[in-house]
Each structure stands twice: as structure tokens, then as C-alpha cells.
């Protein structure tokens, strides 16, 4: 049985009569990456806020390693948090501000200089050290702040979209280089973020949160093809969620074809006709937009297809299509509560 770093339990912050994070449960395993993922005002950051220290618990408990933590400071929890803006001080060098936290530990100059020195070679800095934050380009001061919160050897580190300045391509490379700094550390990372894909690429565990509370809590691959219920599915994407006789479900968008001029009577499969009102090109993916009845804008199916399927049938607005999937890659949803 892997050992549990964190746990919280019935964890509920309030901010006057309004509740932010509603009396939460969570276990997180020992050096495994948690991503929180969520829509902004969802309660991830509050969450992880309350984790680190920095947000006072209204009810409920917070365990690290099994030991209760709830009301201990953030220097006592054996853990660290990385910044959205990183917080690095402008008047220090590279060298400094990793140093800085065990400057105020007390921890002599020729041993806080050589540690420091460590954890900018781990994040591949060396040729740095002497410059300030103002010289350095984004995804090289979010490698400084990386170190700097290493710096007091944390048994967790605690991750505040630390992602979301970065431009896109360098935002890839560096989601992969945070997944390689923790798989050599061997230490937990919980990790706030909105972006699906950044969650799903990132996290041994992903923790979906909506107004609050958690809505599903799995791998990757569970939250992906099982989402749990209509919300999960549509905030992930790639997923259409359609009404059936059976209930409301999820289809992959992989799974579903497009037929420009009707459908093919094909066994076992289900199906929607109308005509194109619009397309949207997503990547990967199309986003195509179905109506019955396009003079009243009435029964309007807004469905995502891969774009492999869509360019072996080519349609544009105007056009009569058939959307059909089988019925075997229906997931039926749970009602997402309110």
C-alpha cells in the first residue's frame, strides 16, 4: 500500500459567507505529482494556499506524512511553494536568491553557497550565477525559483501555475523538465493548474475541483476516458456529451464520424442529422456545429471530432451531415451536482 504525503480531510475554507474550498477529502501518495485542475474561482489555489500555510483552515485537517499540520507555520510543514510569479528578489544574483532561504536559516556561507550551487547545476543554471533576475528570460527565472524552493530539502513542493507566464512552446519544454526534476528528486509536487492539457501531460493523479469541490480524482488516463460527470467531461475536452435513451454520456471525439449528405446504415450505431452552421479548428480537433432546424436555431449539436474523421469527409457551413458513433463508446455521466 503506497504511503500517504498528504491528506486532507473535510478541509473547508470560508471567506465571510462565502465558502471557497467545501469540505474536501484528498490523499495524495508519496513522490507522485498531483495536479489540482479546475476553472479560475474553483478553490485549487485556495487549497493549495491552505496545504502550504499562507491561508488559515475554517474546519477540517491537513496531515503530511501522517503528522497533523493544520495550525503548525509553513516553515515547520516540510514543504514549499513555488510562486505564480516566481517572487524572485531583483537586487540578487542567481547564486543569492537560491542561498537566500538558508541565509535566514542560519546555514554558514561556505555551505549555503556550495547547496546552492547544487540545485542550480540540477536545473541547469550554472552559467548564470552571477546575474540578476532582470537578465534572465522567463522559463530561466522560473528554474531559479524552482531551486530556490528546493533549497530547504521540502518533502512536498507546492506549485502555483508556475506554467501560465510562459509562452507556449517553452511552457511544453518546461512541463516536461518539471516532470523530470520530480521523478530525480523523488519527491511529491502538487501542482495548481487550468489548463487540461498541462494536468494531463503532468499528473500521476488529477484532481478536478468546480466550485469548491472535487468532481472526480484519478490518473490521467481514468479522468480522461472516464470522466465522471457532464461537467468533467466537457472542462477536459475531447469529449461530446449527448443525450440518449440510455442517459446523458460522454463519446470521444476520436470516436465519432462525420457523413456529408446523411449516414450509413451501419449496425449499432447511433446517430445525429442536420446541417453545418459552423466550424472551428482546435489542433487536433474540429468543433463543428449541428442544427436540425438552422432557420429557428432550434436542437443545436455542438459536437468535436478528430480531424483525421473530418478531413476523410470534408464538410463546410451550409452542408447536410450525419454525425454517428457506436454505441459501445457511450460512458454514461453521473449527474454533476450542484
Known amino acids: ?3 500517504k504525503d498528504v491528506e486532507l480531510i473535510g478541509l473547508t475554507k470560508r471567506f465571510g459567507d462565502s465558502v471557497a474550498v467545501k469540505a474536501i477529502d484528498l490523499q495524495i501518495y508519496e513522490a507522485s505529482y498531483c495536479c489540482l485542475l479546475g476553472p479560475s474561482g474553483c478553490g485549487k489555489s485556495t487549497t493549495l494556499r491552505m496545504i502550504a500555510g499562507h491561508e488559515e483552515v475554517s474546519e477540517g485537517d491537513i496531515l503530511v506524512k501522517g503528522r497533523q499540520v493544520t495550525w503548525q507555520q509553513p516553515s515547520k510543514r516540510g514543504t514549499a511553494m513555488m510562486f505564480q510569479n516566481y517572487g524572485l528578489f531583483p537586487h540578487l544574483n542567481v547564486e543569492e536568491n537560491v542561498a537566500f532561504s538558508l ?26 550565477l552571477h ?13 531559479v525559483a524552482l531551486a530556490r524552493a528546493l533549497s530547504t530539502e521540502p518533502s512536498i513542493l507546492l506549485l502555483d501555475e508556475p506554467l501560465s507566464a510562459l509562452d507556449p512552446f517553452l511552457r511544453i519544454r518546461m512541463r516536461e523538465e518539471l516532470k523530470r526534476f520530480q521523478r530525480e528528486l523523488g519527491i511529491t509536487f502538487i501542482h495548481v493548474t487550468h489548463s487540461q492539457d498541462e ?16 468532481r472526480q480524482s484519478g490518473t490521467a488516463r481514468e479522468v480522461y476516458d472516464t470522466p465522471s460527470n457532464e461537467f468533467v467531461a466537457r472542462f477536459i475536452g475531447g469529449h461530446n456529451v449527448l443525450k440518449t435513451e440510455t442517459g446523458t454520456v460522454s463519446v470521444r ?78 460512458h454514461l455521466l453521473a449527474p454533476t451536482h450542484a
Open 199 to 214: 494536468a494531463l501531460a503532468l499528473g500521476d493523479q488529477v484532481v478536478v475541483m468546480q466550485d469548491g469541490e472535487i
Open 253 to 330: 471525439a476520436d470516436h465519432m464520424d462525420l457523413h456529408v449528405g446523411g449516414l450509413p446504415g451501419e449496425a449499432g450505431a447511433r446517430a445525429r442529422l442536420g446541417q453545418v452552421v459552423a466550424l472551428e479548428y482546435q489542433g487536433s480537433r474540429i468543433r463543428v456545429t449541428v442544427a436540425e432546424n438552422p432557420a429557428q436555431d432550434e436542437a443545436r449539436h455542438v459536437v468535436e471530432l478528430s480531424d483525421r474523421s473530418f478531413y476523410a469527409a470534408p464538410a463546410k457551413p451550409g452542408d447536410a451531415v450525419g454525425i454517428s458513433w457506436s454505441a459501445a463508446d457511450e
Open 1 to 3: 500500500m503506497p504511503t
Open 131 to 143: 546575474r540578476r533576475p532582470h537578465e534572465l528570460s522567463g522559463g530561466q527565472q522560473q528554474r
Open 103 to 128: 541565509r535566514m536559516q542560519g546555514v554558514g556561507k561556505a555551505e549555503r553557497s556550495r547547496r546552492a550551487r547544487e540545485l542550480i547545476e540540477l536545473v541547469e543554471m550554472q552559467a548564470y
